[in-house]
């Protein structure tokens, strides 16, 4: 297993202020960070880096973007990933297909869950939808079990919208 083990802000609702706090926080510096910049690739680089460094206990976070009737792998932070998706395939393609967010507690619980990292034991995904439209999805593993809860959902739904609303500019979609 690799080492997953890096510096987080946050480490439990005993923190200052909590996820809430956290989520607001790191929505209002994605929002200033993406802000300005028409290139959709470092937008999704940018946000990538920040939820990744921001929240704890994860070992990858990054997107995925709906090309045709696949999901392809876009910027992220993590061990290399599984490259191409098809629409309701493991839980980032079901996300996609469903239009929903989908956390699961348990990978291995999931059926047709694709393994691209052994050591990732829940997940969570937030699909990325403008007006309608479908870009892609934000993925976040974890290697701990039951990693994600309704908060965290909540919060990366939040954040998802601001990533969205930038990458919507961008010529690529």
Known sequence: MHDVTRPA?????????????????????????LTGEPDAIANAANAAAAIYHSLPRLNWAGFYFLRNDTLVLGPFQGRPACVRIALGAGVCGTAARDRRSILVPDVEAFPGHIAC?????????????????????????????????AEDQAGCEALAAIVTRHLARAAIF
């Open 9 to 33: 802000p946050w480490t439990g609702s005993a923190a200052p202020g909590g996820k809430l706090a956290l989520f607001r926080d790191l929505a209002e510096e994605l929002d200033a960070l």
């Open 117 to 149: 990292d052994s050591a990732s034991r829940s997940e969570l995904v937030v699909p990325l939808i403008d007006g309608g439209r479908l870009l892609g999805v934000l993925d976040l593993d974890s290697p701990d079990l039951a990693r994600f809860d």
